[in-house]
């Protein structure tokens, strides 16, 4: 028997990450208790593409095929609106990216971890407390279905893979401060809703107004998910002159065009809001515990690299945790863990700096749509799988000497098909 294979493992957390890495966990031998607060599925909150690179992990440990497909989409590329109506596009060389319903991921991955031997799931598990000792650590769990508190003692590792507002981070003593946490204005938050409408687009869009975007996904046949990302400190969506909205309603009267393409549709998930988003743990491993996922840095979905992230985060920690009884082992996780973070928080500082400077924002998207190949170029370097600098500024240069094409401004499209309809909704509608 192997050192890492006697290995005991508490996971905290039983969302995309979690589960992810249990079993990657159990494939190694290790065995792992996974404790979730709410009952599998779990449904979060969030924006639900994965790109490319996340959904090669996924195809890599077999996950991908056990999705149902009728409640997840490709998407090949992104699609920029300007609040001026100029767009630009950019599409992937090679394999897509996928739009999965955040249910049937934890469905997929909850079965899979359910026929693993070396998991114990638990659910209606909320966390307590931790209690460290120099050879194990204990949590002390809250039992919510029959409300008794519980010791568990001998784990070699804790793993707080509980979200953005992590517990696991908050006991551990690892919650960052003004200094290390991402982001320079605080306040950005998110929201996002489901229409049972028919995608109009094999690209997802990000829709742009000053201080507030949109992000348009083909979530699965027959339904489209709506998100979106503000500045709280600058921007009150449910205020309008002195009228109190609806958060549906007080988003959606940013983007008249798309109000009018779910004008009588039946949303299908609540509108549900978040933040604020920037988190950073001070480091991801600290004596016996570690931090993956949104629970060791969240910034912004702007990059849509959340969960590829976490995919790659937990891949890292299975191969990794085998050698953390020693100094270059940590260092290894420690290392692998903020080099993917370093990289990350820098694409999204770029990207947020055109979010929050509309004049920029509009020359960036006017180079883009001069060359898609520079759009392309700039999203594999999103994924780490280009240099940013050097051939993003020759790919610049040939877009303003030999342009491409440009991409038309934007026109008002036919109003997508409504496939439910309903007589309540954003503002403006029936």
């Known amino acids: 028997m192997s050192e890492s294979s006697k290995l005991r493992v508490a996971i905290v957390g039983g969302g995309p990450a979690g589960l992810l890495a249990a079993i990657l966990l159990a494939r190694q031998g290790i065995r792992s208790v996974v404790f979730e607060r709410q009952s599998w599925p779990v449904d979060k909150v969030c924006g639900e593409g994965i790109m490319p690179n996340g959904v090669e992990v996924l195809e890599r440990y077999g996950v991908l095929e056990r999705i149902d497909r009728s409640r997840s989409r490709p998407f090949y590329g992104v699609r920029y609106v300007d609040s001026t109506g100029r767009t630009a596009q950019g599409r992937f060389h090679g394999k897509p990216g996928r739009v999965v319903r955040r249910i049937a991921l934890s469905e997929a991955l909850f079965e899979i971890a359910r026929e693993e031997n070396l998991i114990d799931l638990r659910a209606k598990h909320e966390l307590c407390s931790l209690n460290e000792q120099s050879s194990s650590i204990g949590v002390e769990v809250h039992d919510l279905a029959d409300g008794a508190k519980k010791s568990i003692t001998g784990f070699d590792y804790v793993?707080?893979?509980?979200?953005?507002?992590s517990k696991v981070r908050r006991l551990a003593g690892l919650d960052g401060n003004a200094k290390n946490s991402p982001g320079k204005q605080p306040g950005r938050m998110g929201a996002r809703i489901h229409y049972a409408i028919e995608?109009?687009?094999?690209?997802?869009?990000?829709?742009?107004?000053?201080?507030?975007?949109c992000y348009v996904a083909p979530s699965s046949n027959g339904?489209?998910?709506?998100?979106?990302?503000?500045?709280?400190?600058?921007?009150?969506?449910?205020?309008n002159c002195g009228e109190v909205l609806s958060l549906e309603e007080g988003l959606f009267r940013f983007f008249p065009e798309l109000a009018a393409r779910v004008k009588g549709a039946r949303a299908t998930s609540e509108m549900r809001s978040w933040g604020p988003l920037p988190q950073r743990a001070t480091r991801p491993l600290l004596g016996r515990?570690?931090?993956?996922?949104?629970?060791?840095?969240?910034?912004d979905q702007i990059t849509?690299?959340?969960?590829?992230?976490?995919?790659l985060q937990a891949e890292l920690l299975t191969n990794s945790i085998g050698d953390w009884g020693t100094e270059r082992g940590r260092r290894r996780f420690t290392r692998g863990v903020q080099k993917l973070a370093d990289h990350y928080i820098r694409i999204t500082d770029f990207a947020m700096f055109f979010t929050r400077h509309p004049r920029f924002r509009s020359a960036m998207i006017w180079l883009l749509s001069r060359s898609p190949k520079l759009f392309s170029h700039m999203m594999h370097a999103n994924m780490g799988q280009a240099a940013l600098v050097g051939p993003a500024l020759l790919h610049a240069v040939q877009a303003v000497a030999w342009p491409a094409s440009p991409v038309p401004r934007h026109e008002a499209a036919p109003q997508a098909r409504v496939l439910e309809r309903t007589t309540h909704g954003p503002a403006g509608r029936a």
Do not use: M, T
Request: glycine share 14%; charged share 25%; aromatic share 16%.
């Open 289 to 299: 515990v570690a931090l993956i996922g949104d629970a060791g840095v969240f910034y």
């Open 199 to 213: 995608p109009w687009d094999d690209l997802v869009q990000v829709w742009w107004q000053d201080g507030i975007e």
């Open 223 to 239: 339904c489209v998910e709506f998100n979106f990302g503000w500045d709280n400190d600058r921007l009150h969506p449910r205020k």
């Open 159 to 165: 793993i707080g893979a509980d979200g953005l507002r």
């Open 304 to 311: 849509g690299e959340g969960l590829s992230l976490a995919f």
